[in-house]
């Protein structure tokens, strides 16, 4: 459709300026936010006059102006976090923006104040703000944590979700309210689509799995649309159906609607540390950076997995130890299984594992294969495969006997975040875009161990990967790091 036509359409509807309050679990949640801010401000403050003077918060003694300007200080540092938005809806509720701006409000709040108390010869000690900076930033974030927590349960519970109206050609539309609705607990529900070109609503639906979302008609019927499914978000996957005038157009409407815009810039698994916004004589661009595997980066990753195995490797040596014991006992076989995987730019190497299976588990793998529960077919999985030792039951459910694979991080076979290490013939069966999984080195953990797993399917394990290696960086190493932890200790998807 051409841009004449499309802005034509987008002219026809007259809207009357309306402003749609936010929905009530919003307010709700902005205000408990607001209240525990309160709250840990009050609290650094009392905490920090207490310790750096031995007097609790009293206007009444002597010392009252120690309080008063206790007071003030609350007030001033609450007026920050205000100033900062750092309870703006577009940051609570997930990303690290939020917690930038907390950081960043405390310590303007506080350089601030330092500066004020050295030019007017205040007494107020270094000591307290010592106390209070530190102390107050570490709950804010901590309460915001947990609030994010309490939102993540209600919303994989099907509550507190942001409703939206998804617009794109049917196949770009469909793979967007894929992704917006992967995780449950990120929030989104798609609850109508647009399809440019598409005329009025026929009643038909889009079928997304097991859901069925209705189709609302063209881009000239979106605000009737929105009005109709209750929508407070909508996201537009390419604007060449809407042309300059007619996207212009949306957002001034949506504006007077309250709604939320947002557009997908049709790159896809790219993260947003990637993504740049700059104008060109006047005209928004998002550039890419391109994904970095050598020079400092790659000198900074291998670094950090030289000393994080050899620590790993001398903490866990009781474990490993009474591991090597309880298999020996537990059947006759070698301690250690060595099974081929590919490396960086397709090398093999001998990964090491414990074994947790009999020792003739391999000769027993041909009468297994109408078990093979792995999606793909490419890979072998079984989630109660009776070649697996009592001991090796234990192991796998608290992945013990993967710490092996520290040896192979120090032979630089492997890091300790990476991709899922490859079988030979499931490397032979990559294509172009498989390919780049061998970019960089295997990995003990990675995307796909925190996000289930073994009970992931070939084809998203691979999408997991190839996520990862575009865009790695030592931050994310060590968030999945952490979330490893608690999949283990959690024992989720481990079999």
Known sequence: MGRGGARQKMTVVTMPREVFKRTRWQRQYLVNILITDVLVVCAAVVLAQYVRFGQAPDLSSTDGYITSVSILFGAIWLGALSLCRTRSPRVTGAGAEEYKRVASASFWTFGGIAIITFLLQLEIARGYLAVALPT?????????????RYLAKQRAEGRYQTAVMAIGDADAVSYLAQELTRDPRAGYAVVAVGIPGYGAPAGERLTLGDQEIPIMGGEEYVLDAIRECGADTVAVTGVDHFGYEGIRKLMWDLEAMGVDLVVSPGVMDVSGARLEMRPVAGFPLVHVEKPQYDGAKRFEKRAFDFVFAAVALVVASPVLLAAAIAIKLDSRGPVFYTAERI???GRPFAMLKFRTMVSDADRQLESLQNLNESSGGVLFKIKDDPRVTSVGKVL????????PQFVNVLRQEMSVVGPRPPLRQEVETYDGDVQRRLLVKPGITGLWQVSGRADLSWQESVRLDLSYVENWSMVADLVIIAKTVRAVLLSQGAY
């Not at 796998?396 to 710490?403: G, P, T, V």
Request: hydrophobic content about 40%; some cysteine.
């Open 136 to 148: 107050g930033t570490v709950a804010l974030c901590l309460t915001r944590w947990g609030w994010r």
């Open 396 to 403: 796998r459910r608290l992945s013990i006997d993967e710490l």
């Open 343 to 345: 490396g960086i730019d």
